[in-house]
């Protein structure tokens, strides 16, 4: 990579250029940006819905917003379906579209129907950069901060620089665009791309159709990026003729001799069929390099993988045949509309034939929500994140890979190079013939009521709907245990895990709290709970701390449990602004050497937390640690915006004081 020092005319500086309402384009300042689309997830949309009721907002002022209902899909008990019916009365009082359990995965089904280049989409889910497959500038964020979008306010955020990745050649039989995303990861892991946008350009664009480049998109998150952008252009225009909405179309390219922040290439004819091995998207290998590990379970699906084209290609290598009698081979279609494409080429009679367990839409196993694989069994997935216990198993083993790596794996009983599997069963590669009118159906998205009968709704709130928590102002001088110390690259999934067991009561704040780092350390919630009202506690974290999953119940059930701040090397983008947004003060080690100076149980205190908040102030602390007699200096990255949310006790407190 080559830095350059005068970037613009790309893609990503056109997208922020003709939404920027509050700040300069100066990669580290804070921006604001003016939202045109949200979209919001059961998982972390009654937090947004209560947050709406917070704020006193009558009705959403973007151009579009929609409830999605497709992470919480199972129905062990009455919880998940109290949540489905909160959730549809909220998008009726508040103006909002609501696609209904089983209609479809957030991500391609926003893209099918709601996707338009040119227009800005803040979503309270880290995957909604996909959305910049179609040329939207589309980014994940903490589900306040899309509440606020709703309500008309500008999205902050830091502005990144944008890294060019020209694709030159073809992709080569048996390789697919979830090798190429894989190819990035291999080269940088899980936090190459933090505080930039990655965006994809050159002529290898050409063979990648607007589907093949959401895989790409979806996972930019996986490397840590801001978000990442694709070219509006004929892939895409062709997209959108095939949904029934040519006219959204607006070509959005990059001007000839754009220039970029920093510059790579990937020769698209050079790649070869990649794995992301347990337990990190980051930790990528050759498939031949793993080949003939035993399997237990295959699964296509998620947003990671969500077009027609994916499926259908798994359906052609099994046709004909049958899986491995140790293999449960999943198949989760990723909207009901391309269930039916794939129906009505009977491609799904050729999975269900081959031994496939055909699913309903929706994100399931990709969220923990059923199809947990058995335990030390590997389990092969067109997934985007592989964390420890993400999965629904605790001892799980789950790796990430195409589908054509799956679909041969499923068949064979082993982790298997594709091309080695039609090597020896003398397979041509399948090239589906997409039709060019794909299948519309809306009679599961319902659209907003008109205000006059919104005005009327009343929240259906159920019993598992605790409301949020109180918040208090941060104290000038914080004292406390550390009572947790973490290494690099912790997950929000470790901090506040999803999975069948909790997802169900992530509308229970204090119930959830109970589950609050328990991945790393079981006993953390009791001991949390003990300091509570002495003051709170410390946790400490390595580099990239709070990767992953954008759900601010990794901020907030933390803090309900009394966490006052965290010391980490690094942070990851939405993690770090959700902690601000709850009050929660994030601070880094000047020397991240003294990472390693700090035990857990260690006492440490914090003082001139107010000055040091103060607009304008140098960022700069002392942290004491009253165990070992050390000092150790710290610092914070707020704008003068997030310290007052942080001294107020989060944003909506602030925001009730400013208005007060």
Not at 278 to 294: F, I, L, Q, W, Y
Not at 462 to 482: C, F, H, K, R, Y
């Amino acid at each position: 990579m080559v830095a350059k020092r005068t970037p613009g005319g790309t893609v990503a500086h056109r997208l922020i250029g003709e939404h920027l309402v509050e700040g300069r384009t100066e990669p580290g300042s804070e921006i604001g940006l003016a939202v045109d689309q949200t979209l919001t997830q059961d998982a972390t949309g009654t937090l947004v819905m209560q947050e709406l009721e917070a704020l006193g907002l009558d009705r959403v002022r973007t151009r579009t917003s929609v409830q999605y209902v497709d992470h919480n899909l199972l129905q062990a008990d009455e919880r998940n379906a109290e949540d489905h019916a909160f959730l549809r009365s909220a998008a009726r009082r508040f103006g909002l579209w609501c696609s209904k359990p089983g209609n479809g995965v957030s991500h391609p089904t926003h893209m099918q129907r709601f996707g338009v280049p040119g227009m800005t989409l803040a979503g309270s889910d880290s995957h909604t950069c996909a959305a910049g497959s179609v040329g939207m500038l589309a980014l994940g964020t903490g589900g306040l901060e899309v509440a606020l979008a709703m309500a008309g306010r500008p999205l902050h955020v830091t502005m990144p620089r944008v890294w060019g990745v020209r694709l030159t050649g073809h992709l080569p039989e048996w390789v697919s665009a979830k090798d190429v995303v894989l190819e990035m990861l291999r080269r940088h892991g899980v936090k190459g791309a933090v505080d930039r946008i990655l965006e994809y350009h050159g002529p290898g664009l050409a063979g990648l159709t607007a589907m093949d480049r959401h895989v790409i998109a979806n996972m930019g998150a996986e490397l840590g990026a801001t978000t990442t952008v694709f070219p509006a252009d004929d892939a895409v225009r062709d997209f959108l003729r095939a949904q029934g909405r040519e006219e959204d179309f607006r070509e959005i390219v990059p001007e000839s001799g754009a220039v970029y922040d920093l510059d790579e290439e990937i020769d698209l004819s050079a790649l070869e069929p990649l794995i992301a091995r347990p337990t990190s998207p980051g930790n990528v290998v050759p498939v031949r390099e793993v080949a003939g590990e035993p399997i237990g379970q295959a699964v296509i699906g998620s947003s990671a993988n969500p077009g027609l084209r994916d499926f259908a290609v798994a359906a052609a290598m099994a046709k004909g045949r049958q899986t491995d009698d140790a293999v449960s081979f999943d198949v989760n279609p990723t909207s009901r509309e391309i269930l039916q494409d794939l129906t009505r080429r009977g491609a799904t009679f050729d999975l269900i034939a081959a031994g496939a367990r055909i699913h309903q839409a929706g994100c399931l196993g990709c969220i923990g929500m059923g199809q947990a694989p058995a335990a030390g069994r590997n389990s092969l997935r067109t997934f985007p994140r592989n964390f420890p216990g993400r999965s629904g198993t605790e001892d799980d083993a789950v790796w990430l890979c195409s589908p054509e790596t799956a679909a041969a794996s499923a068949l064979t009983g082993v982790i298997t190079d594709p091309r080695e599997w039609a090597a020896a069963g003398h397979v041509r590669y399948p090239r589906p013939d997409l039709p060019e009118h794909a299948a519309v159906n809306t009679a599961m998205l319902q659209p907003p009521a008109p205000p006059e009968e919104a005005a009327l709704v009343e929240l259906e709130r159920g019993p598992n709907i605790s409301g949020l928590p109180p918040a208090e102002p941060l104290p000038d001088v914080i004292e406390g245990p550390a009572l947790l110390k973490v290494g690099d690259n912790v997950s929000t999934d470790e901090i506040s895990p999803a999975g069948a067991k909790a997802l169900p009561y992530r509308s229970n704040i204090p119930k959830l709290a109970e589950f609050t780092f328990t991945r790393i350390d079981p006993g953390y919630p009791e001991r949390a709970a003990a300091v509570r009202d002495e003051g709170g506690h410390f946790v400490v974290g390595g580099d990239n701390y709070g990767q992953g999953s954008s759900r601010e119940h990794a901020a907030i059930t933390p803090r309900h449990l009394g966490l006052r701040a965290v010391v980490a090397k690094s942070y990851a983008r939405i993690h770090w602004q959700n902690l601000a947004n709850f009050g929660v003060l994030a601070l880094e080690f000047a020397d991240p050497a003294d990472y390693d100076r700090v035990e857990q149980g260690d006492r440490l205190r914090l003082e001139g937390a107010h000055a040091a908040l103060a607009p304008g102030a140098e960022p700069a602390l002392r942290l004491c640690n009253m165990t070992r007699d050390q000092v150790y200096d710290v610092r914070h990255r707020l704008s003068d915006g997030r310290r007052r949310a942080v001294l107020a006790g989060g944003i909506i407190p602030e925001l009730a004081r400013r208005d007060s």
